[in-house]
């Protein structure tokens, strides 16, 4: 087996045809076809099934597919490390943010790294549920995460950037706006905007009802924390959410709460990390990551989960 054929299995899985991932590799048809029967021969299976809707893969080829993109992502963070001399370093680095951390942070550390390595292609996703971003971690997919709390020892090396404070966001008739901080049993009879269920942020604010003993009506449940405040802004309710991932325009509405409620953002960066997953950590560590705009009492920690 050669790393070209998993490339080229890759390619048929996620264009579905033979021919849709042969312009997708910009090579020949009939030279897609011959490595994907090459590489059945050797295998002695069946790796993709013809269904109405296109080449699908089989549930074998499902979990060679899997290991597959792990082979070519370690090729392609060693052939990148070879060439990093000077400013010539290649390939794809691929970062995750968790509950949408690094909102605010991100953009400018990902340009000074583009400035530094124009040629490396790199890809940003947000992540909200923490058993799929440990699934792709453990797959070899995710380069650095940015999670809240400490990460899987071995796995990956934490780096400690900074503790990202939560505040609430309240529609701007709100009466609570006036004050400093808003306490959260204030608005425990309001209707929550809340997260999508089994996701870290709405755990961190699961957790935070549940210890100052509070169950309010939830109103809505959304996917990502942008559109949490939009809502929360047009009056929808009231939701919680990190300082850095509040929308710029928006921040006239939030206000941190008390009991405070903050978590310690981390650099989950994959140990032997390259020169691109250290520069960028070096670009993170530049940026302010404890900021609410208010001032105020209150330190509590929410413990990390």
Do not use: K
């Not at 090579?27 to 993709?48: D, H």
């Not at 990093?84 to 370093?89: F, H, I, R």
């Not at 204030?186 to 003993?213: M, T, Y």
């Amino acid at each position: 087996m050669s790393l070209r054929q998993f490339e080229y299995a890759l390619a048929v899985a996620e264009a579905g045809s033979v021919t849709a991932a042969a312009e997708l590799l910009h090579v020949a048809q009939p030279s897609v076809s011959q490595q994907i029967r090459g590489l059945e021969r050797e295998l002695g299976v069946q790796l993709f099934a013809r269904t109405p809707a296109g080449l699908v893969p089989t549930a074998v080829g499902r979990a060679f597919l899997r290991d597959a993109e792990v082979a070519v992502r370690a090729a392609r963070r060693a052939r990148a490390t070879a060439r990093a001399g000077a400013d010539e370093l290649e390939g794809e680095l691929v970062v995750a943010a968790q509950m949408g951390l690094g909102t605010r942070q991100l953009p400018g550390a990902l340009s000074a790294l583009r400035r530094r390595f124009p040629r490396l292609e790199i890809t940003v996703f947000e992540e909200a549920n923490p058993a799929e971003l440990e699934r792709l971690a453990r797959r070899g997919v995710v380069d650095l995460g940015l999670v809240g709390g400490p990460c899987e020892e071995g796995l990956y090396e934490g780096h400690h950037l900074g503790d990202e404070e939560f505040v609430v966001v309240l529609g701007p008739e709100h009466a609570q706006l006036a004050a400093d901080r808003v306490e959260l049993r204030e608005v425990a009879r309001e209707p929550w905007i809340r997260f999508d269920q089994g996701g870290a942020l709405d755990g961190v604010l699961r957790d935070v009802l549940r210890e100052n003993e509070l169950a309010p009506t939830t109103v809505a449940r959304v996917s990502q924390t942008a559109t949490a405040v939009r809502w929360a802004a047009h009056g929808l309710g009231v939701t919680l959410v990190p300082t850095s991932a509040v929308p710029p325009g928006f921040e006239h509405l939030t206000r941190p709460v008390l009991p405070a409620v903050s978590l310690p953002t981390v650099a989950a960066v994959r140990p032997g990390a390259g020169p691109a997953e250290t520069a960028l950590l070096e670009f993170l560590r530049q940026e302010t990551w404890h900021h609410s705009g208010f001032s105020g009492s209150g330190s509590d920690l929410l413990p990390t989960r």
